[in-house]
DNA sequence: AATAAATGATAGATAAATATATCATTATAT
DNA sequence: ATATAATGATATATTTATCTATCATTTATT
């Protein structure tokens, strides 16, 4: 069950494949190859066609979101770490995320559609158990706040690769984003 | 001074072409015409080439905003007046937000990176004001404030198009959600 | 070291997108 | 109503991207 050699190559052609397309969607092929430094004959060993290997590229996303939600567990008491750490796992998968959701949505692939929907399964569970709790905003729609936060994500992402953030910083900024908002610590409303 | 009926023809043309470009960067130009419900031998005739058409989309929403801000001053006073004006105002240029990151970004067109930075100017230094006023976390910095609240707006045009937001609950949503965050309204940190 | 596998560069073929040109039809102006 | 301008459909050419094939070179295996 090791992964083989040739499974890694693929998987660092998929990772570079996404973070470029994330930021450069019309980016070609050849570009494709040479932001992973690979000869475009070889890209086309590993993926014969654009189509699969866009295809690919959304599964291994969601493959790679599934393995870091794996072990992060809502016990329901604290939900400041809890969000910590779905950022801290979620933020280095910036450009998957980004991809995900502009990938799916232009292909108009219903299976990629309900796996990017099942991988929002957990935070969207545990959005709306802390409203329910008093924890978060009730009348704000529990779906604006997932949708926000999943973006975010993205632009976190961004940021630490533009040289704006610095990558230990991201997860509570974010957190302080989401829960409290840029509002002075103290109070917020008028 | 009056625009003239090809003048308004045109900007519809750039209006769909960033409608669509928005949320689909890889469309051609037969889609693009298509979209704007217009024959494709028109469209070449408006933009003989898909770069001019590019950059004169990036010039237009440029010139949106520019407008949409317009009259919008900060007289430093109300703080969640400011902020409900300009989102009132932005949220709808949502999709030309959205094209010019990423078109300024992908061109790498340094004009175009200059103009995308002078119109967050006042949206900047009003952050800053309110800053120095305490009246927003001066520990944050400034710069992810204004990025985060610029790709909120397009996320907020994005889930009006998808009718999961109304458009006249939007803008308060969007002050809710970066002054005040997710948090119960009374508190919010642990 | 010898063998096998993988790679990159390159060339060529196919397909797709873009750009140009023509002409009949529709809309506009006077 | 007529003339002018604009449009859309279509055909064609050109450019660009994708795909396939070949072969010498490099890398890995034993």
Do not use: C
């Not at 996404?18 to 004959?41: F, M, N, S, V, Y």
């Not at 933020?91 to 991809?99: D, V």
């Not at 840029?182 to 008028?190: E, I, L, Q, T, V």
Request: net charge negative.
């Amino acid at each position: 069950m090791k992964p083989s050699v040739k499974d890694n190559k693929r998987k660092a052609i998929l990772d570079a494949a996404t973070e470029l397309l994330a930021l450069k969607p019309t980016a070609t092929l050849q570009e494709i190859a040479d932001h992973a430094q690979i000869g475009i004959a070889t890209l086309h060993r590993y993926f014969s066609t654009r189509e699969l290997l866009l295809d690919a590229l959304a599964l291994n996303a969601i493959g790679l979101v599934d393995e870091a939600l794996e072990g992060i567990m809502n016990d329901d008491s604290d939900m400041l770490r809890f969000l910590t750490e779905v950022f801290e796992a979620l933020i280095p998968l910036g450009s998957k995320m980004s991809f995900l959701s502009f990938a799916a949505s232009v292909d108009e692939n219903p299976n990629i559609l309900a796996e990017e929907a099942r991988i929002k399964q957990p935070l969207r569970e545990a959005v709306e158990g802390w409203q329910t709790r008093g924890l978060l905003n009730a009348a704000m729609p529990a779906h604006w706040m997932i949708t926000v936060m999943y973006n975010l994500l993205f632009v976190a992402w961004q940021e630490i690769q533009n040289g704006n953030l610095a990558k230990n910083d991201a997860p509570q900024l974010l957190v302080s984003t989401v829960i409290q908002g840029f509002g002075a610590s103290g109070r917020s409303g008028s």
